[in-house]
């Protein structure tokens, strides 16, 4: 949608009443970004924000402008969601978060080329106290473990419901660093870990640590690397499917073991393994 078409579709409506607002393919005219930005400040009941693909300004030139959309941001009391993907947010996370007022129930920070400095910032935020869903899929995670995202882990611990760390690079050893922090995650129902090169081992250890998470009820796991080509972090190429239903197959006996055999698990056309977790007591 053209600019001038978003600003003539927000003129016409009752800003009062829009509780969810996304906006997609963004505006780079600093001077568009201020004229939205006046608009969204206005939006006081706003929920839930979704923005892709905004270009944020924190260079000398562009820093008045960013200012000013942070001062609109931050009028938004009632904002519990925020999502932001496909922007460059390198050390500057600090920036955008800060100005809130009130702490988030839901963070999607997709693709966004975070830094170790922007996952320290946000682990000793008021934002730990209350988040229930964090999303950082698309983020190069693997040099924060150890450190910064298993302390983020152990913050968010007590309320964190849904976590999502798809295609972040995270290799064996990472999982196995964040084990610890993640076991904590008492009221964790869905993990998210597709597209991560991770072994069939891996896989293993890290269901029989979480096999205790009694709320856990969706899991999306990787393609273990015996089973495709990684590169830079993505599964490339195609699957071997022979060696897959072996992996399957060694799961089910695991999550027998264990008895959680309630979990079932299958390769998905963007291959990755979709274990959903029933209420195991429910049905025994």
């Known amino acids: 949608m053209p600019f001038n078409s978003l600003l003539g579709v927000l003129k016409t409506l009752e800003l009062d009443f829009i509780q969810e607002l996304e906006v997609f393919d963004w505006f780079r005219a600093l001077s568009e970004q201020r004229l939205f930005a006046t608009q969204l400040g206005r939006i006081c ?7 892709a693909y905004y270009h944020w300004s924190f260079s000398p030139d562009g820093e008045q402008s960013s200012s000013y959309y942070l001062s609109q941001l931050s009028k938004l009391t009632h904002l519990q969601k925020l999502h932001l993907s496909y922007s460059y947010l390198s050390g500057n996370l600090q920036q955008v978060l800060s100005c809130l007022q009130a702490p988030l129930h839901a963070l999607e920070i997709r693709f966004c080329t975070l830094l170790d400095t922007d996952i320290i910032y946000l682990s000793h935020s008021l934002h730990t106290t209350c988040l229930k869903k964090l999303d950082l899929s698309g983020n190069n995670l693997s040099y924060m473990v150890p450190g910064p995202l298993e302390t983020l882990l152990g913050k968010v611990s007590g309320t964190l419901q849904h976590l999502t760390l798809n295609h972040c690079q995270l290799k064996d050893a990472h999982l196995k660093a964040i084990l610890p922090a993640l076991c904590c995650c ?12 991770v072994s069939k081992a891996g896989l293993l250890s890290l269901l029989e640590h979480t096999a205790g998470l009694m709320e856990l009820k969706q899991v999306l796991y990787p393609i273990p690397v015996e089973c495709c080509v990684y590169l830079h972090g993505l599964s490339w190429g195609p699957v071997n499917k ?23 698990h299958e390769p998905l056309a963007s291959d990755f393994l979709c274990l959903e977790l029933r209420n195991f007591e429910s049905q025994s």
């Open 45 to 51: 009941n706003l929920h839930s924000l979704k923005l």
């Open 242 to 264: 022979g060696k897959l239903c072996q992996v399957q197959a060694e799961i089910q006996k695991f999550l027998q073991t264990v008895q959680r055999a309630d979990i079932l």
């Open 186 to 197: 008492s009221q964790l129902s869905s993990l998210g870990l597709s597209d991560n090169p």
